[in-house]
């Protein structure tokens, strides 16, 4: 077993790419395993900040090997301004950095199919429109382009002519829009091609043999639990499965290579866009987290809706994904408040209930308890004894009533912001 895996076990915006930077000291290998550019991962280093849509934050660890798996919808113009931006700070890709011949291709027709739906739509989902669903659609019609194609000119031709065939005859005669060239996407496609072609391997075999040599290996997801299709809160949702299984099924792995599993959780809550938001806090408090914390998406730059810690969802995260160990980020944004919300059930019909349902969570009220807060600035503090009692009894009264044991805590922006919890 040499495999962690850091999975957001709220709505995303955890802090996974701070984590998922101070557990790659550590390890070999750090494999993206879901989603595409709709991610947004934020790691501060000696104050400077880096922002990844697709390449994994492990990238900034000098000798690591960093892998976009086959779950992945790769987005060729992001994935190159990112490259280029990284060798222009003067970090190595090539030789570090591998993408799975069996991950799909998003291009700029699903982008635009996105946009003309999201606006075709009576009720809107809040899509990032960066072509995330469109992408995954095609992969489940069987007419996607995946990147190892891209190199069978006869396969490739084949395939992109009919997808922009099917697609510009939506654009045109269902939502009105301007039909896509597909000259421009054949351009995209040819300079993403000369870039990446040694970048390309079979990522699956890989990892099966570096499992076998005895490295060790962090697959990283992108959003979070209630955004998984299957287990979220449809439809508000994302495309692919942020949870355990898109995790083995993004990689290749198996369950018996995982090790640990860590559920990424922010001390609040926050969500971005539509969708059922049980704890969310309107009015003062909410807009001092959302300015404290730096709620806004590092993809769209859209405000987040902040909210009270949520039991009840990170109970059934913990279920569904298995996980061992959770990592508390942000605590140092509560600071100031004198009471501190946490629910531990919500209402339903009258009646109490203590799981996370899969319909009718807009309806839910929830159950909270309030705990003292603390008004001492706490992002100096080093280990958790530093920390003021009401801070430690915060994240212990967690610990215990969701059931995962509480490893790590981050108290800051810096990857220096974060220590242990024996």
């Avoid at 069987?142 to 490739?156: A, Q, S, T």
């Avoid at 699956?204 to 287990?231: R, W």
Wanted: glycine residues 10%; charged residues 25%.
């Amino acid at each position: 077993m040499g495999c962690i895996v850091a999975i957001g076990a709220q709505w995303g915006d955890e802090g996974k790419a701070k984590m998922i930077d101070y557990f790659s000291k550590d390890i070999d290998i750090i494999v993206r395993y879901q989603g595409g550019a709709n991610a947004g991962h934020t790691v501060v280093v000696d104050g400077v900040k880096h922002v990844f849509h697709l390449i994994p934050s492990g990238i900034l660890h000098e000798g690591k090997i960093c892998i976009i798996g086959n779950g992945v919808v790769v987005d060729p113009e992001v994935l190159l301004d990112e490259i280029e931006l990284l060798e222009n700070k003067g970090i190595q890709v090539e030789g570090r950095f591998f993408i799975s011949d069996a991950a799909h291709i998003l291009l700029p027709i699903h982008k635009a199919f996105d946009e003309a739906m999201e606006e075709f739509r009576s009720h809107k989902i809040g899509t990032t429109k960066r072509g995330i669903g469109p992408a995954y659609s095609d992969k489940c019609l069987r007419i996607g382009i995946r990147v190892g194609d891209i190199f069978d000119e006869d396969i490739l031709y084949e395939r992109l002519s009919f997808d922009i065939k099917l697609k510009n005859l939506y654009l045109e005669k269902v939502f009105s829009k301007q039909p896509f060239a597909p000259e421009k996407i054949f351009e995209i496609i040819s300079r993403f091609r000369d870039k990446v072609s040694k970048m390309v391997i079979n990522t699956a075999h890989y990892l099966h043999t570096a499992i076998d040599a005895g490295k060790k290996i962090l697959l990283e997801g992108a959003q979070g639990f209630a955004l998984d299709i299957d287990h979220g809160t449809y439809p508000f949702v994302t495309s692919s499965n942020p949870t355990i299984g898109g995790a083995l099924l993004g990689t290749g792995l198996n369950i018996f290579d995982i090790e640990k599993i860590y559920g990424i959780t922010k001390a609040y809550i926050t969500r971005v866009g539509e969708g059922p938001f049980p704890t969310e806090i309107k009015g003062e408090i909410g807009e001092m987290l959302r300015t404290k914390g730096g709620e806004f998406g590092a993809t769209t730059g859209r405000p987040r809706r902040c909210g009270w810690f949520d039991l009840p969802l990170i109970r059934q995260a913990r279920r569904i994904n298995g996980i061992t160990d959770m990592v508390l980020t942000k605590l140092d944004v509560l600071s100031g408040l004198k009471v501190i919300k946490i629910a531990i059930a919500y209402k339903l019909n009258g009646k109490e209930i203590d799981y996370f349902p899969s319909s009718q969570l807009h309806r839910v009220e929830p159950v909270y308890v309030e705990l003292p807060g603390w008004e001492e600035d706490i992002s100096s503090c080093t280990c958790f004894d530093e920390l003021p009692k009401a801070a430690q009894n915060y994240a212990r009264y967690i610990e215990r009533e969701s059931g995962i044991k509480l490893s790590l805590i981050s108290n800051g922006a810096e990857r220096k912001n974060t220590f242990k919890v024996s």
